[in-house]
């Protein structure tokens, strides 16, 4: 292994976490702007904004896309966009707290992927720290329990960004990390839009909003996706599952500290296992 690569091990897991950060954010920043403006359309102003962002700022990228790179980074965004579009509608049949939890499944969904779809062996080790994540969130999230459409709906939304983490893993060495970004959220922009328009596409209403595309179009999904594409190209799949459900253990911090929200013991307790099998994995995965 040259130096160059084992650096990019270490800073990998790092990066990702920064990632975990900004989603967080995004949770608490886009409270108010969903009140103004429907999902979908928030979504594809937030996935427009963020290809032609990263068009402007390079458009040289667009004579890097080739026939591989425009398929893989077109299967990867479309499960990208199905995971996002599922949860919007299963949010709309079910209870926040609920479909967090659901959502944070990826981190079960991704290695049982792998598994079965790479034929890659998952160590008792890594599978204990997936638990401990698992058990981690159900603490942060859940508040009771109904199984009905939404919950279903949110389940396929699990298994989806879990496809798209199991696909980056396979995909990502060797390609254009930039132009398989910029063809992925070009993806989610045509899904998101679809289904916007055919809604009713509701732009957003004053500044405040247009304020929040851009922190999520530029910070949270062009460069967080740049990020995890590079990442995905150093790392297991399901270590980037462990420690993207940081998102979850961000959000609820961020919520506190400028939402003015209380937290509970309970998730409090339910934080600390979601952390702790973060660097559990991070810092020994066998």
């Not at 702007?33 to 667009?62: D, G, T, Y």
């Not at 004579?63 to 299963?90: D, P, V």
């Not at 508040?143 to 798209?164: P, Q, R, T």
């Not at 253990?249 to 934080?271: P, T």
């Amino acid at each position: 292994m040259s130096s160059s690569h084992a650096l990019k091990m270490r800073l990998a897991p790092w990066a990702l976490l920064l990632v975990s950060a900004a989603w967080g954010l995004a949770f608490v920043v886009m409270k108010d702007a969903i009140e103004k403006q429907s999902v979908n359309s928030f979504l594809f102003s937030r996935f427009l904004v963020a290809v032609i962002a990263m068009v402007l700022l390079k458009p040289s990228v667009l004579k890097t896309i080739n026939r591989e790179i425009l398929k893989k980074g077109f299967i990867a965004g479309l499960f990208l966009a199905s995971g996002y579009i599922l949860q919007t509608f299963g949010l709309a049949l079910t209870g926040a707290a609920i479909a967090g939890f659901i959502t944070g499944l990826y981190v079960v969904a991704t290695p049982v992927l792998a598994a079965v779809l790479l034929k890659v062996r998952i160590t008792p080790f890594t599978w204990s720290c997936v638990a401990l994540a698992t058990l981690g969130l159900a603490l942060l999230s859940l508040k009771g329990w109904n199984l009905g459409l939404g919950e279903f709906l949110v389940f396929l939304c699990a298994i989806a960004f879990a496809a798209h983490i199991i696909a980056l893993s396979k995909w990502s060495n060797g390609l254009d990390v930039y132009a398989m970004t910029i063809v992925q959220l070009a993806t989610c922009a045509l899904l998101t839009g679809a289904i916007s328009f055919a809604q009713g596409y509701e732009a957003p209403v004053d500044l405040s909003g247009w304020l929040v595309v851009l922190y999520t179009a530029v910070v949270c999904t062009a460069v967080a996706f740049v990020v995890q594409t590079w990442s995905q190209a150093h790392m297991s799949a399901t270590k980037v599952a462990v420690i993207l459900t940081m998102e979850v253990v961000f959000a609820a911090v961020f919520a506190v500290i400028f939402g003015g929200e209380s937290i509970s013991l309970r998730a409090l307790l339910g934080g600390v296992l979601v952390v702790a099998a973060m660097f559990m994995i991070v810092l020994k995965e066998a």
